[in-house]
């Protein structure tokens, strides 16, 4: 069998690229490969309730764009015929293989949320994804709010996240970005209205996605992507995906979740109870210590707790 990487998904049909030869091809999927049997070491097998465990299940699996595929192009019909083993796996934005995600916040319209940055964090570093933040729309808001936004991000600057700002309809700020992209599949990401599109655009022109303005009345944006596309860019490919404004852990036990803070894992030896805190009532907590003496800001030691409720409240499902 050949082997190619899914670079377009439209409904059932995918545009599929021969990774020997780099030709492009329509292709179907067998129907047969929607169902396989999956060992609890599989890429494809994930838990995904509170009580059930990995085992050996038979699940159905669908290609998606990323996905690195063997195909048969004998007969008539181009058809995919098996999945390789995916070394990372998104559900929103539902992409594979992924090396990097640039997170795309604006400034304003809408609002930037230190919440929402924190979630998707947590859930790019319990994937395994380097993130990379890009703040779009600085030319919409007031230069002292914009100088305080900026100094409110440097924390996340100093323990080691790439931050971009970017005015997009203007190129402000898009030809530093170019470096970013080479030898990666990376991916846009970020709440609906946030300039995703705009931003790909200004990286590449030719392409003139549509756009459309923010609908006030709802204060989020009207996404037109219709399909998910890799792009080809400075030697590597861009996702741009459908936006979405909800997010959910696939994190089912609270005391998972520290380990998605790597400012918390970098100082946690010192804890008291070292690996055993949570951060929380503990005494000798080194992290809570931090927060008290402003080395790790308030906020954001205050969404960790949210985010340690909203698992332990999320509802069961079977």
Avoid: W
């Avoid at 990323?66 to 995919?80: K, P």
């Avoid at 005391?255 to 805190?277: Q, T």
């Amino acid at each position: 069998m050949k082997k190619a990487f899914i670079k377009k998904m439209i409904s059932n049909q995918y545009t599929i690229v021969d990774l020997e030869t780099g030709r492009e091809m329509i292709a179907g999927a067998r129907g047969k490969l929607r169902y396989m049997r999956l060992d609890e070491e599989s890429s494809f097998n994930k838990q995904t309730t509170k009580k059930t465990k990995k085992e050996t299940v038979i699940l159905q699996i669908s290609p998606k764009v990323g996905d690195h595929v063997l195909y048969d192009d004998r007969e008539d019909q181009i058809l995919i015929t098996e999945i390789l083993p995916r070394k990372n796996d998104l559900q929103r934005p539902d992409v594979a293989n992924i090396d990097q995600v640039l997170l795309v916040f604006s400034a304003i319209n809408p609002d930037f949320s230190f919440h929402l940055l924190d979630k998707f964090l947590v859930i790019m570093n319990q994937e395994r994804l380097t993130p990379v933040l890009i703040i779009s729309k600085i030319d919409l808001i007031d230069e002292r709010k914009l100088e305080q936004l900026k100094k409110d991000l440097h924390y996340y600057h100093d323990i080691g996240y790439e931050i971009y700002y970017v005015n997009s309809k203007q190129r402000i700020g898009i030809d530093v970005l170019s470096h970013v992209f080479k030898n990666k599949l990376t991916v846009l990401a970020g709440q609906t209205g946030v300039g995703k599109s705009t931003l790909l655009n200004a990286l590449m022109p030719e392409l003139d996605l549509k756009t459309q303005e923010i609908s006030y009345a709802l204060g989020r944006g009207k996404h037109t992507t219709r399909h998910t596309e890799l792009y080809s860019y400075n030697e590597g490919y861009i996702v741009d995906t459908p936006g979405f404004s909800k997010i959910e852990f696939q994190i089912f036990h609270a005391d998972e979740l520290k380990a998605f803070y790597p400012d918390f894992v970098m100082h946690s030896d010192h804890c008291r109870f070292k690996g055993d805190c949570m951060h929380l009532s503990e005494p000798g907590c080194e992290i809570k210590r931090r927060v008290e003496t402003g080395l790790i800001p308030k906020s954001r030691y205050d969404i960790y707790q949210l985010f340690i409720n909203e698992i332990k409240e999320q509802k069961e499902k079977y």
